[in-house]
Nanobody, 116 residues
Framework: VQLQASGGGLVQAGGSLRLSCEAS????????MGWSRQAPGKERELVAK???????SYVDSVKGRFTISRDNVRRRLFLQMNSLNADDTAVYYC???????????WGRGTLVTVSS
């Protein structure tokens, strides 16, 4: 299983970024996928998840601002992040959801830094 995230960077508060993840090594369309993040000094948290049939869920802190989506043909996962604020500063990881409904594989993260 390989998960390669990209699209992070430095953005001003109120701005937007779109993260992408290229997946390989497993049958992408059959798996729920997610985006997790880890901010400095904080525990890692799952912020968005999408099931194989496209049902989405979000942690409260990003609802209405982040949108997770997937392209099963291209085996890609996306996270559109709008109205970013300093609390969104973190390393973001693309994850595959395992049979326990929690992430079982983590890709190399991409850093998002929001300047206030």
């Amino acid at each position: 299983v390989q998960l390669q995230a990209s699209g992070g960077g430095l953005v001003q508060a109120g701005g937007s970024l779109r993260l992408s993840c290229e997946a390989s090594g497993f049958i992408f369309k059959f798996n729920s996928m997610g985006w997790s993040r880890q901010a400095p000094g904080k525990e890692r948290e799952l912020v968005a998840k999408i099931t194989s049939d496209g049902t989405t869920s979000y942690v409260d802190s990003v609802k209405g601002r982040f949108t997770i989506s997937r392209d099963n043909v291209r085996r890609r996962l996306f996270l559109q992040m709008n109205s970013l604020n300093a609390d969104d500063t973190a390393v973001y990881y693309c994850t595959r959801t395992g049979t326990s409904d929690t992430p079982d594989y983590w890709g190399r993260g991409t850093l998002v830094t929001v300047s206030s």
